[in-house]
Antibody, heavy 120, light 107 residues
């Protein structure tokens, strides 16, 4: 059974940093691209970043480019999101997702989500 | 960025009815479209990919269609467990973008 379990969220002050982790199991992690998708309270879904299966390629939305870094450790089957210079508008539930495969960047498995609140 | 305009924003229908949700892309996305279902308090789940391919395990009352810039999700024989918010997503180009969602309720 595919499982994605996020951790590392919480309350953080504006301008500070936070690192999210996503522990994957139930599939060969190193064969799949992975991504983070977020959802602000009572709002819609917003793609944040994608990383290729081997970590050689990364993609970001403009609003997080230069502040967020997506990375992975295939030996540990873990995905990360390092978030620096956090802003109030980054407040959201962050979902770890598996990219479905070579067909395209849609997401066939989602974690339960981790809440990040940016506030003083 | 490709803008995804989803309609309606909310929808109320009776059990057993058929409902349609539309998604309009701001440019041709060549059927690179997925649909997700998000039940209250839960994570989204993939329903449809490549505009019309049913994800494994999804009931056959869900179907997708469309091409170019216009796409739709159809739910036949509405069930109580279909109460959810539905999102479309294009993956033709970065940044990946989602529709604003359609909240489906039972009348």
């Amino acid at each position: 059974e595919v499982q994605l379990v996020e951790s590392g969220g919480g309350l953080v002050q504006p301008g500070r940093s936070m690192k999210l982790s996503c522990a994957a199991s139930g599939f060969t992690f190193s064969n799949y691209g992975m991504a983070w998708v977020r959802q602000a309270p009572t709002k819609g879904l917003e793609w944040v970043a994608t990383i290729s299966y081997d970590g050689s390629s990364t993609y970001y939305r403009d609003s997080v480019k230069g502040r967020f870094t997506i990375s992975r450790d295939n030996a540990k089957s873990t995905l990360y999101l390092q978030m620096n210079s956090l802003r109030s508008e980054d407040t959201a539930t962050y979902y770890c997702t598996r990219v479905a495969g070579s067909f395209g960047d849609y997401f066939d498995y989602w974690g339960q989500g981790v809440m990040v609140t940016v506030s003083s | 960025d490709i803008r995804m305009t989803q309609s309606p924003a909310s929808l109320s229908a009776s059990l057993g009815e058929t409902v349609n949700i539309e998604c309009l892309a701001s440019e041709d996305i060549y059927s690179d479209l997925a649909w997700y279902q998000q039940k209250p308090g839960k994570s989204p789940q993939l329903l449809i990919y490549n505009a019309n391919s049913l994800q494994n395990g999804v009931p056959s009352r869900f179907s997708g269609s469309g091409s170019g810039t216009q796409y739709s999700l159809k739910i036949n024989s509405l069930q109580s467990e279909d109460v959810a918010t539905y999102f479309c997503q294009q993956y033709n180009n970065y940044p990946l973008t989602f529709g604003s969602g359609t909240k489906l309720e039972i009348k």
